[in-house]
């Protein structure tokens, strides 16, 4: 009995994911199903009446818009290192670092906007969840920019670049899946609260 054997020059790689990217998976589901629990949550409580009526914070529109300006400097910044232009890279990777923190700031006054208008964590559901969404939103955003800091640090010692790019991408799937969550977040409050 013969082996017919045969000889394949460019066999096809199975379809595989980055371990870590994998993972990040995950941890963005996990996330994703935290919030969709939240404001199903939100939307049931609210069908049960004496819920609080509040105006959202003018604050929120200036956190909407750096979330969106701090997207597009992180996948500017991810451009230039698959071109290695490392100083392109460090200035677009430290702007999304900034406005990173000036959201916060820009979460903690519309906090502070809140307050003013009679709107507490404790007493009505109301105020309660919004303080939790965008407090649990905001947990999850100084997470994001820990790991800014540690592509950045990174970027500055040229481990970021053309053929070393799993962190970068990594960190612009997170810091872009953010955005979009306080995206998702701001649009749901508008049509909700």
């Not at 818009?65 to 490392?86: H, L, P, R």
């Not at 200035?91 to 208008?117: E, I, K």
């Not at 053929?163 to 998702?184: D, S």
Request: hydrophobic content about 55%.
């Amino acid at each position: 009995m013969g082996t017919n054997i045969r000889l394949v020059e460019n066999p096809q790689r199975p379809l595989s994911v980055h371990p870590h990217k994998f993972a990040l998976w995950l941890f963005i589901v996990s996330i994703v199903m935290i919030f969709a629990s939240l404001t199903s949550a939100f939307i049931v409580k609210q069908g049960e009446g004496s819920w609080l009526d509040y105006n959202l914070p003018s604050m929120f529109w200036f956190t909407s818009a750096t979330v969106i300006i701090s997207s597009v400097m992180i996948q500017w910044g991810y451009f230039a290192a698959k071109e290695n232009q490392f100083n392109k890279l460090n200035l677009l990777l430290a702007t999304t670092l900034l406005l990173g923190l000036v959201f916060l700031v820009g979460q903690w006054y519309s906090w502070v906007q809140l307050v003013a208008m009679d709107v507490y964590f404790v007493g009505n559901p109301a105020g309660s969840f919004i303080y939790v969404l965008t407090g649990l939103h905001a947990f999850h955003l100084v997470s994001g920019l820990v790991f800014l800091v540690v592509v950045l640090v990174g970027a500055l010692k040229h481990r970021v670049h053309s053929r070393n790019l799993v962190r970068m991408e990594m960190c612009v799937t997170y810091w872009h899946f953010l955005g979009a969550l306080w995206l998702y977040l701001f649009v749901f409050l508008i049509f909700y609260h």
